[in-house]
């Protein structure tokens, strides 16, 4: 699945992309217009304009666009998905052969999600988080809260109620009640 080419990803894509309300009319044209522009080797004048034809319904000119570039290349083609991607970006991140190749690359990626990770950050997060918890547990175990050892924690932790919870609040009000007076 992986060795798909742009011409084989194009034919997949092709009943998605001409689906109801996928792209614009000036979606399209743009699409058509940068194909033209800036590499008329793949859309000439007399083609970009039948492709933009505004007397034939949009459908039947994205069918015909996309069958002309199946038959111009796999370069055509490239150039196609590149002007989809600038013009249609959300479009682009749905296409069916897009998710054929994230799937067919990331399968053990798929398969760990399902079994109900909580991150995906990967075990040096969890290890850093785990070195701060036992940091601060350490510290204060051999710093017991005496305001003769760290005067400033209790000044900064005094604030820290306007942050935290109401019911937690409480406790560390009650914690420094003998020292607040000081403030």
Not at 32 to 55: D, G, S, V, W
Not at 158 to 182: K, N, T, W
């Amino acid at each position: 699945m992986t060795d798909q080419t742009y011409c084989d990803r194009l034919v997949q894509d092709t009943p998605f992309l001409t689906g109801h309300g996928r792209l614009s009319e000036q979606q399209v044209d743009r699409i058509i217009l940068q194909l033209n522009r800036y590499y008329p080797q793949i859309l000439t004048n007399k083609e970009a304009e039948k492709f933009r034809n505004p007397k034939a319904s949009l459908r039947v000119r994205l069918c015909d666009l996309l069958s002309h570039l199946q038959r111009s290349g796999e370069r055509d083609c490239q150039e196609f998905y590149r002007a989809l991607y600038i013009h249609a970006q959300p479009l682009h991140s749905c296409l069916p052969s897009r998710h054929a190749l994230q799937n067919s690359d990331c399968t053990q990626l798929d398969s760990g999600s399902q079994s109900g990770e909580l991150s995906d950050r990967g075990p040096m997060s969890f290890l850093a988080g785990l070195g701060l918890a036992v940091g601060l547990a350490l510290l204060l175990y051999c710093y017991p809260p005496d305001p003769k050892g760290l005067p400033g924690t209790r000044r900064v932790l005094g604030f820290s109620p306007v942050i935290i919870d109401r019911h937690v609040s409480r406790y560390l009000l009650a914690f420094l009640a003998d020292d607040l007076g000081g403030l």
